[in-house]
């Protein structure tokens, strides 16, 4: 068996300014934890200049993440709208990326968000032009958040045109499970030059521009960078949606698709991928292996195609398969449409067993990090998870996340027939979203002054 300490090597790369970059960026989250977003108008440019000054003495950046020492952690985030109330000047707000400053309401076509989760039936405040800043509030424990939720209020106390828009809890459980009863948050990239232990994956090291602005991308180059170079480098984008899980319906198809209680759970690792613990079906076929699971030097060191090119193992429709489908055979470059997941749940869960809806509002803030909201997150969740021709599924959709509409297909294949699922309805309802840009810690700064 080999040293567990020896299995972590850290990525090597140019190296990354690490006190200038935002630390949820590039660090993983403890666990569990409890946390809170806050969403804030900026109704006077003045104030809100001041409340990027003081928050940019506030936030956390990837230096001095998570030390015994801090209580707890505060991230900030501003939309378009955001850049435009706080009057950043004309040549700075046009040289953002055209889908960033559209927001993400604009883009629910191609997104996928229509019928039951098109903006007009989003919660307020979201894609209405009212969220101009996010705090994310992070702790380990309830008394710490409260530590830091006083700083969040010291920051915009006394600023006169701030207004709070919106609040959403958010907790992680101590088995890390989500709404839907799965493992969340492992198959995460390893970035050259964070520093960062990088226990066996597949795939190398990507490179520092792919989530970071101002550093080479995957191409050779640098990513489009909003201007002056002082705002837009160690910045990055974020992708904040709130999604609600339709968790009883999820069960009753489940349920109504299968013989036992062990083909349910067999169906559903097939659709998602991984089994509940986070166990991958391509390492465990028949049945959950929580050991594996909960051993992050195995749980994310697996390949597609030798095992399993045609999908008998994990179909190629399922989620974390078409999400990143690694060395699996598809058109394009997987290395460009890769992406950080920050996801998180609200809501109370729903108890074990229970098929019917109880009313309650849970599911998945989704947080996606990368340098290209186009190539990364719009290009995955329109081409990979609402599509299935890049990997010859057709039109089929992912049947957990996609947006079906009761006539949605799930293709198991198997010997001697492959088999077929039909009536696939939705089972995430997007609730609201909003795109954000994450600036560094100089940028902030330079916010508090746009003009001097
Ligand atoms: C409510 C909605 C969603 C649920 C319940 C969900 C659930 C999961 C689960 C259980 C996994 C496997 C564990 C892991 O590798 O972390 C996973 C992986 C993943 N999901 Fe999702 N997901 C959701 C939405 C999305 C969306 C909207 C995207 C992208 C636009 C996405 C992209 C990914 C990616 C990239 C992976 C990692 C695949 C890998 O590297 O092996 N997910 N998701």
Redesign the pocket.
């Known amino acids: 068996m080999p040293d567990r300490e020896d299995d972590m090597t850290v990525a090597e790369g140019p190296r990354l300014q690490l006190d200038e970059i935002q630390g949820i960026v590039l660090r993983d989250r403890p666990s569990p934890y409890v946390g809170m977003y806050i969403l804030l108008r900026v109704d006077d440019s003045g104030t809100g200049r001041q409340l990027m000054g003081r928050l940019a003495e506030l936030v956390d950046s990837a230096a001095d993440w998570w030390q015994p020492t801090l209580p707890a952690l505060l991230n900030v985030g501003l939309t378009y709208r955001g850049l435009e109330a706080l009057e950043v000047p004309p040549a700075s707000l046009n040289s953002f990326p055209a889908e960033f400053r559209q927001g993400m309401a604009a883009r629910a076509e191609f997104l996928g968000d229509t019928g039951e989760s098109a903006p007009a039936r989003w919660e307020p405040p979201f894609g209405n032009g009212q969220v101009h800043v996010v705090l994310s509030l992070l702790a380990a424990d309830q008394e710490s958040l409260a530590v830091v939720l006083e700083r969040a209020r010291q920051a915009h106390a006394r600023l006169p045109g701030i207004q709070v828009v919106h609040r959403q809890d958010f907790y992680q459980l101590s088995t890390g499970r989500?709404?839907?009863g799965?493992?969340?948050?492992?198959?995460?990239?390893t970035i050259e030059g964070s520093g960062a232990a990088m226990p066996p994956a597949?795939g190398p090291a990507l490179k520092a521009g792919e989530f970071v602005l101002g550093y080479p991308d995957q191409t050779g180059n640098l990513p489009p960078m909003p201007e002056p170079e002082v705002l837009g480098r160690n910045g990055t984008f974020v992708?904040w949606?709130k999604?609600h899980?339709r968790v009883a319906a999820f069960r009753k198809y489940l349920h109504d698709n299968a013989g036992s209680p062990d083909e349910e759970e067999l169906l559903a690792a097939k659709i998602?991928?991984?089994w509940p613990s986070?166990a991958?079906l391509i390492l465990a076929s028949e049945r959950d292996d929580p050991a594996l699971g909960a051993d992050a030097q195995r749980n994310?060191d697996f390949h597609y195609q030798e095992a399993d090119p045609h999908g008998a193992i994990c179909p190629h429709g399922a989620?974390?398969?078409r999400?990143?489908p690694?060395d699996s055979e598809i058109i394009g470059d997987v290395h460009l449409h890769?992406?950080i997941?920050r996801?998180t749940n609200y809501g109370p869960p729903l108890p074990q067993g229970v098929l019917t809806d109880d009313g309650a509002d849970r599911?998945?803030v989704?947080v996606?990090i990368g340098t290209h909201l186009d190539r990364q997150?719009e290009f995955?969740?329109s081409q990979?998870?609402n599509d299935g021709n890049f990997t010859g599924l057709d039109r089929e959709k992912?049947l957990?996340?996609g947006d079906n509409d009761g006539t949605g297909i799930f293709t198991i294949p198997q010997r001697p027939v492959r088999r077929r699922l039909h009536g696939v309805e939705r089972?995430?309802i997007t609730r609201g979203g909003e795109y954000f840009f994450l600036p560094s810690i100089g940028a902030l700064r330079w916010l508090a002054h746009p003009n001097a």
């Open positions: 989500t709404s839907f799965y493992k969340d948050g492992i198959g995460n990239p597949w992708a949606r999604l899980t998602v991928g991984r986070g991958p994310n989620h974390a398969r999400a990143n690694r890769r992406m997941r996801g599911g998945i989704f996606f997150f995955v969740k990979w998870l992912d957990l996340t089972f995430v």
